[in-house]
């Protein structure tokens, strides 16, 4: 028997999301600039935060990796409250006031978001494994100014919502996540969170790291917008055989 086709409106579905990511992303210019940055100047910070609404003994409900142009530097856990320096890039900056401060606030974020984790409505079927919520923070600093920030959040693995937190905009990327994304942008305080975080916080680190990782860090690649978003896609996306239903509900995920 041949491999099971997956259903047509699956697949337009699947490549809707993927097309609205891609697009998302270019306008912020973090991970797809839309030109090359003069003389290597620009940089980003990324913040993965891996949120469990249940953990087992031993095992922390929030886990983080930080990483400037996709090197890592940091790694922390709940269990520890402690951020970890990874490698030279940490090492460098472990010793810093922006260090103290961003692992005290790693905490708080992760609070923050397992908060939203426990209002999220998950479909029946789904009731069996703990719900997990990834949430992905970035900032871009070029010419000495933050020039770009941006949210987006995976919900059990599955890619849900982009906000640009420059413009404050919402992307739905899959159906199931409207529900969300509405609750979530009527919240004005909610909103101003992620903002300040985003453009505020994470653009101090950035700025204060840069200082010392001036002569550290290679001269940002000048990858034209269309191959860094083939690149992109094959890690920001499962493969075909591995893309998960979208669910008929609006108001469920």
Same mark, same amino acid.
């Given at each position: 028997?041949? =491999? %099971?086709?997956?259903?047509?409106?699956?697949?337009?579905?699947?490549?809707?999301?993927?097309?609205?990511?891609?697009?998302?992303?270019?306008?912020?210019?973090?991970?797809?600039?839309?030109?090359? %940055?003069? #003389?290597?100047?620009?940089?980003?910070?990324?913040?993965?935060?891996?949120?469990?609404? &249940?953990?087992?003994?031993? &095992?922390?409900? @929030?886990?983080?990796?930080?990483?400037?142009?996709?090197?890592?530097?940091?790694?922390?856990?709940?269990?520890?409250?402690?951020?970890?320096?990874?490698?030279?890039?940490?090492?460098?900056?472990?010793?810093?006031?922006?260090?103290?401060? /961003?692992?005290?606030?790693?905490?708080?974020?992760?609070? #923050?978001?397992?908060?939203?984790?426990?209002?999220?409505?998950?479909?029946?079927?789904?009731?069996?494994?703990?719900?997990?919520?990834? %949430?992905?923070?970035? @900032?871009?600093?070029?010419?000495? &100014?933050?020039?770009?920030?941006?949210?987006?959040?995976?919900?059990?693995?599955?890619? %849900? /919502?982009?906000?640009?937190?420059?413009?404050?905009?919402?992307?739905?990327?899959?159906?199931?996540?409207?529900?969300?994304?509405?609750?979530?942008?009527?919240?004005?305080?909610?909103?101003?969170?992620?903002?300040?975080?985003?453009?505020?916080?994470?653009?101090?680190?950035?700025?204060?790291?840069?200082? /010392?990782?001036?002569?550290?860090?290679?001269?940002?690649?000048?990858?034209?917008?269309? &191959?860094? =978003?083939?690149?992109?896609?094959?890690?920001?996306?499962?493969?075909?055989?591995?893309?998960?239903?979208?669910?008929?509900?609006?108001?469920?995920?």
């Amino acid at each position: 028997m041949g =491999s %099971a086709r997956l259903p047509l409106a699956l697949v337009m579905v699947y490549l809707s999301s993927l097309l609205l990511l891609t697009e998302a992303r270019m306008t912020l210019g973090c991970e797809f600039p839309e030109r090359p %940055a003069e #003389e290597g100047d620009a940089h980003c910070l990324c913040l993965d935060f891996t949120i469990q609404s &249940q953990s087992l003994p031993g &095992q922390p409900w @929030c886990a983080v990796q930080g990483s400037v142009d996709r090197k890592t530097f940091l790694q922390y856990d709940s269990d520890s409250d402690k951020a970890r320096p990874v490698g030279v890039l940490g090492e460098e900056v472990n010793t810093t006031r922006a260090w103290t401060e /961003l692992t005290q606030m790693l905490g708080e974020i992760g609070r #923050e978001l397992r908060s939203l984790l426990s209002g999220i409505t998950l479909e029946k079927k789904e009731h069996e494994v703990p719900p997990s919520l990834q %949430a992905e923070l970035l @900032c871009r600093r070029e010419a000495e &100014q933050c020039a770009g920030a941006s949210w987006q959040f995976n919900i059990n693995g599955r890619t %849900a /919502l982009l906000l640009d937190a420059m413009s404050m905009n919402w992307t739905i990327l899959s159906p199931g996540a409207r529900g969300i994304k509405e609750e979530w942008e009527s919240d004005r305080g909610l909103a101003e969170y992620f903002r300040k975080i985003s453009v505020g916080d994470c653009n101090h680190w950035l700025r204060e790291f840069l200082e /010392l990782w001036e002569t550290m860090l290679e001269p940002t690649a000048t990858l034209q917008p269309a &191959q860094m =978003s083939l690149n992109e896609a094959v890690t920001k996306f499962p493969r075909q055989n591995e893309v998960q239903p979208i669910m008929p509900s609006s108001t469920e995920f």
